[in-house]
């Protein structure tokens, strides 16, 4: 079981909006960086936001962020097909001194 | 461009020892803090180990602690991974991550990964 809940899977039709929700507690989310990552099947993970809200170059800005308390959000626009994949949050957790994801969220493009 | 290639992985008993090493490229690798990631088969990513730029502050995940150390050599550009006792668990995909800051904190570029697979 992950300290951070994520919702196992989303859907949404192309051009559609989706968001995809991170719970954590006050030791990870609350008072860290909180970050999202895309794994495409087959591919190494690409880091989309950091700080929760902050895009590395190169990122479309169809991808944002938002943090609020000890929960983060990852919002997609004007969602494609290419952007099935799964996506995990993640934090350092300072009561446990260690790096944690969460369980990971798969997104379906209807 | 950022490269970090891992390298070590393999086939190997429980209980034996493996180790995983990464070279890394086109960035100052003693500015960086460094992670290791791994997917297990079906499963999530999980964190499991990592290093500030100068190996003051090492961090481990509690299925990892004890068996498992983390080192790095900043005149080689390598990160290292000693695993020993290994279990069937430890099976997985491991990436070599870096940060984005000397701290850790963002892991931000992956490796594409070394296999690891426990079994008799």
């Known amino acids: 079981q992950s300290v951070l809940t994520q919702p196992p899977s989303v859907s949404a039709a192309p051009g559609q909006k989706v968001t995809i929700s991170c719970s954590g507690s006050g030791s990870n989310i609350g008072n860290n960086y909180v970050s999202w990552y895309q794994h495409l099947p087959g591919t190494a993970p690409t880091l989309l936001i950091y700080?929760?809200?902050r895009r590395p170059s190169g990122i479309p800005d169809r991808f944002s962020g938002s943090k609020s308390g000890t929960s983060a959000t990852l919002h997609i626009t004007g969602v494609q097909t290419g952007d099935e994949a799964d996506y995990y949050c993640?934090?350092?957790?300072?009561?446990?001194?260690?790096?944690?994801f969460g369980g990971g969220t798969k997104l379906t493009v209807l | 461009d950022v490269q970090l290639v891992e390298s070590g992985g393999g086939f190997v008993q429980p209980g034996r020892s493996l180790r995983l090493s990464c070279a890394v490229s086109?960035?100052?690798?003693?500015?960086?803090?460094m992670h290791w990631v791994r997917q297990a088969p079906g499963k999530g990513l999980e964190w499991i180990s990592g290093i500030t730029w100068k190996s003051r502050t090492l961090g481990y995940a509690d299925s990892v602690k004890g068996r498992f150390t983390i080192s790095r050599d900043n005149t080689k550009n390598s990160l290292f991974l000693q695993m020993n006792s290994l279990r069937p668990e430890d099976t997985a995909l491991y990436y070599c991550?870096?940060?984005?800051?000397?701290?850790?904190?963002?892991?931000?570029?992956w490796g594409q990964g070394t296999l690891v697979t426990v079994s008799s």
């Open positions: 991550v870096k940060d984005r800051y000397q701290i850790l904190a963002v892991p931000e570029d």
């Open positions: 086109g960035f100052t690798f003693d500015d960086y803090a």
């Open positions: 993640g934090t350092w957790d300072a009561n446990l001194n260690v790096g944690v």
């Open positions: 700080d929760a809200n």
